[in-house]
């Protein structure tokens, strides 16, 4: 992976960042973590091959930005995790352009098939 790319993960909760960088390495993917969407934004790395963001963020939620990349023309394929699986908020995302919609706590198998989904990369499952 370290030739194709990495996985933006963005995240207000430590545990989450910790736990999903973890998850990715074991299935030899590169991640690179944010505690706020605002913080990834502001990165002048290339961009990830996809998203892995929390919906309910403080200052940006996961929407928000999903829909400011749309607005600025910047398609990243994205997956959104959260623990509020609210049907109107899985609409929004996915007309923002999200690929996947996870509710917390979601198995590590959803997680790396919607990675593959969004990015083509087939982590070891």
């Known amino acids: 992976m370290a030739d194709s790319g990495w996985i ?3 995240d207000d909760d430590l545990s989450v960042l910790v736990a999903l960088t973890r998850a990715l390495r ?3 993917l590169r991640s690179k973590t944010y ?13 990830p091959l996809c998203l892995i963001v929390d919906l ?4 940006m939620t996961g929407l928000e930005l999903l829909q400011h990349l749309k607005r600025t023309g910047k398609f990243i394929p994205a997956i959104v995790v959260t ?11 996915e007309a923002a352009g999200a690929v996947a919609f996870l509710t917390k706590p979601w198995r590590n198998s959803n997680l790396l098939a919607a990675i593959d989904d969004a990015t083509g990369i087939r982590p070891k499952i």
């Open 83 to 93: 623990a509020h699986g609210a049907a109107t908020a899985r609409h929004d995302c």
């Open 56 to 59: 309910q963020m403080p200052g």
């Open 35 to 47: 505690a706020s969407a605002k913080e990834f934004l502001s990165e002048t790395d290339d961009p």
């Open 8 to 10: 933006a993960i963005i």
């Open 26 to 28: 074991i299935q030899g």
